[in-house]
Structure formats: structure tokens, C-alpha cells
């Protein structure tokens, strides 16, 4: 072998040697930064972790366990959606009753967002909510509000990311995206109650973005009704923003026959996401006259003064 073909074939094995070791150290921790270290159908294995913040459940009488331990009751499921950091559009997105995930992503950087709601035991489809747009996640049954149901409760959240050769585990918590109000009657009925009927007489909202976590749209004529149960009058989980504002309800009171015995119109209630709103009135003896009723309300109720003291009570 000539001398040049020598010096070319150490060459050649040598730059071969230095492609390989610069290939083989962009899959290692410690890969250099260099743009033509980054190999264009390069996935990292990014585990997402989700959590949930507990700090209203003390209030709201919600428990959460494992879902092994609720065979034949509520638990929660996860969903999780992976966004580019400046588009709003998923790119994938997984549910699971379990608060691990795990997704193959390119090199760049991303959102990762977290709904976690309540489902019947081994059901994972759309139950209290629709999920399918981000933008509006929906309460599913208009016609058949599901009022003074504890588990009705959506959590959200999300976190920013960048996947790289060294991407860390991603966590979020999803905090609570609803208000609960609690209706608690200062007196006592003179009357067997039969049931109670809750309406909203203003729009309640119906809908969250999750993208923003601020209410997006509201419903009107929605109402209710429950059996009695003692000088709880009633509650409900309602989609709130972080500033506070206020719902108003309609409580109607009805007796064994059927007769409405009490009516409040207007129990207007300061409501906070994430807070809890208890509302200590006078219910059952007050017949309050409804204008937008033609009907005379026929039975008994004690008509008093209606400037007595209402309290609301704030839990944040």
C-alpha cells in the first residue's frame, strides 16, 4: 500500500471513529449543546406525575383513596394533555384512573395539563364533564343538573417543560377549579317536609377553560330537587374564578303533598374557587311571592320580616 493510501485510510477511520463517539455522546446524559449533535427523530421518555390538592376535601366531606380500595364507588380519573409551550392545540393526550403517565416527546419545550374529576368505579369515560375541548369543558347533563352531589368537582392545572437529553421527571397538582356553597337553615319547618327544590334564577356558570381556568360559559333555568335532610338545606359545586363573585339561588320548599310551603327568591351567595361558602338563613319560615309566577303558592309558610340577618361564612 502507497504511503497516501496509508495517511488516507487512518484518515478515514479516524474521522469514523469521531462521528461515532459524537453520535454515541449525544445519547448520554452529558451530551454536548451543539445543534448537529441533535438527532432529528430523537424521543425522550417524559413521566408525568399528577397530583391533587387536597386542602378542600376536609370541607367538602370528599375522601380520596387508591382506587383499588373503592370497588363500587366514585373515584378519580386523570387526564392529561401534552401542548406545545405557545400553541393551544394537544399533541397527545391520555386518561387513566392512575396519576402516572408516560409519553414519547422530540426535543423542545411544553405544557403538560391535568383535569382530574370523579367517575363511577371502573369507568373512565366522560361522566360529570365533557372533555373534549379544552377550551370549554362542559357539565354534561343540563337537563338533569346534578346539584347537592359532592363529587361533583373538577381539578386542574398545568406546568411548563423542556424535553432535553437529561428531561427530569414532570409534575403538576391539580387544584380545585369549583366553589361549594352550603345553604344551612336558621329555623325549623312547622310542616313535614316532603323535598327541597334549588333553582338559579341567573346563570350559573357551566363551563371552564382549562386552558385559562376561567369560567367560559353559563347555563339558565337550570334547577334541582332533594329529599330533606334536617336544617341542611342544601349544596352545590359550582365552576368559580379566582376573584369573587356571587350566585344566586332559589330555594322552594314542599311539603309530603306537594304543597310549596317556603320559598326564598333571591339567596344571592359569594362564592371563590377553591373556597367554600357557607350560607346560614332563614328557609322555612319565609313564603316569599314570586312575580314570575302566575300561580298563588298554595299551603301555609309563615310570612315575617324580610330584613333579618343572613350570614355567609367563607372558607378559603
Same mark, same amino acid.
Given at each position: ?36 449533535? &441533535?438527532?432529528?427523530?430523537?424521543? /425522550? ?56 403517565? #408516560? ?31 379544552? #377550551? ?6 343540563? /337537563? ?5 352531589? $359532592? $363529587?361533583?368537582? +373538577?381539578?386542574? $392545572? ?20 369549583? /366553589? ?25 356558570? +357551566? ?12 347555563? #339558565? ?16 359545586? &359550582? ?39 357557607? +350560607? ?37
Amino acid at each position: 500500500m502507497s504511503s497516501f493510501a496509508k495517511i488516507f485510510s487512518k484518515s478515514c477511520l479516524l474521522l469514523t471513529l469521531t462521528v461515532s463517539a459524537s453520535f454515541a455522546s449525544c445519547s448520554k446524559d452529558e451530551a454536548p449543546d451543539e445543534d448537529w449533535c &441533535v438527532v432529528d427523530d430523537y424521543k /425522550a421518555d417524559v413521566k408525568l406525575n399528577v397530583s391533587v390538592d387536597k386542602t378542600m376535601f376536609s370541607h367538602a366531606d370528599i375522601v380520596v383513596e387508591n382506587p383499588e380500595t373503592r370497588a363500587g364507588l366514585m373515584q378519580l380519573r386523570y387526564n392529561a394533555w401534552i401542548l406545545k409551550e405557545d400553541d393551544d392545540t394537544p399533541i397527545a393526550h391520555a386518561s387513566s384512573l392512575y396519576s402516572n403517565f #408516560s409519553f414519547s416527546l422530540p426535543l423542545g419545550k411544553y405544557r403538560a395539563l391535568a383535569w382530574v374529576d370523579y367517575v363511577p368505579d371502573g369507568i373512565q369515560k366522560d361522566y360529570y364533564f365533557f372533555t373534549d375541548d379544552l #377550551s370549554e369543558m362542559l357539565l354534561m347533563d343540563k /337537563a338533569g343538573y346534578s346539584g347537592n352531589d $359532592n $363529587n361533583k368537582m +373538577a381539578f386542574c $392545572n398545568e406546568t411548563h417543560f423542556t424535553v432535553s437529553y437529561r428531561t427530569p421527571e414532570v409534575f403538576v397538582t391539580a387544584v380545585p377549579q369549583m /366553589a361549594q356553597y352550603r345553604i344551612i337553615a336558621n329555623d325549623s319547618p312547622s310542616f313535614d317536609v316532603g323535598y327541597v327544590r334549588v333553582s338559579y334564577p341567573e346563570n350559573v356558570p +357551566a363551563a371552564l377553560n382549562a386552558l385559562t381556568r376561567e369560567v367560559s360559559y353559563s347555563w #339558565s333555568s337550570i334547577s334541582y330537587q332533594h329529599s330533606y335532610d334536617g336544617n341542611f338545606v342544601t349544596t352545590d359545586n &359550582v365552576f368559580a374564578n379566582d376573584d369573587e363573585h356571587k350566585v344566586t339561588v332559589k330555594v322552594e320548599v314542599f311539603d309530603r303533598d306537594g304543597r310549596l310551603r317556603a320559598r326564598r327568591l333571591n339567596v344571592s351567595i359569594p362564592v371563590r374557587k377553591g373556597g367554600i361558602t357557607l +350560607a346560614r338563613a332563614n328557609i322555612f319560615s319565609i313564603l316569599e311571592e314570586d312575580p314570575n309566577d302566575p300561580k298563588e303558592p298554595s299551603g301555609g309558610g309563615v310570612g315575617i320580616d324580610p330584613d333579618f340577618d343572613d350570614t355567609f361564612e367563607i372558607i378559603i
